[in-house]
């Protein structure tokens, strides 16, 4: 959580500094109506824009770190029931001799 809300904050810094140099170099300005939106109001619609997108790509990025996650598990799981399942004879045999192998004296 630490981290998405330092996320957040450096989008809002860099939408801060960019805004400006996109306003200087690009001549890019928001309108709303037949009004120009000017200073505060547009830093606040352009840093609203960014954190959405901050938002929607720290959530892709959770989900595809998920979907990785799932599938290693899957893979992991899979793995494992089938070295049971093409081992089983050995481990039975290994089991048997372990249980019937025992000597039932107690030690001295």
Do not use: C, Y
């Not at 810094?13 to 109001?41: N, P, R």
């Not at 959530?59 to 799932?70: C, Q, R």
């Amino acid at each position: 959580m630490k981290n998405f809300i330092l996320a957040i904050l450096i989008a809002i810094v860099l939408t801060k500094v960019l805004g400006g140099v996109a306003s200087d170099w690009f001549d890019l300005h928001l309108v709303m109506g037949d009004e120009l939106v000017s200073g505060t109001l547009e830093w606040i619609i352009m840093a609203g824009v960014v954190v959405l997108l901050v938002v929607i790509g720290f959530v892709v990025a959770m989900s595809i770190a998920a979907a990785l996650g799932i599938a290693a598990v899957a893979i992991l799981g899979s793995l494992v029931f089938a070295g049971i399942g093409i081992f089983w004879p050995v481990l039975l045999i290994v089991g048997a001799v372990l249980l019937l192998g025992r000597s039932n004296r107690a030690a001295a």
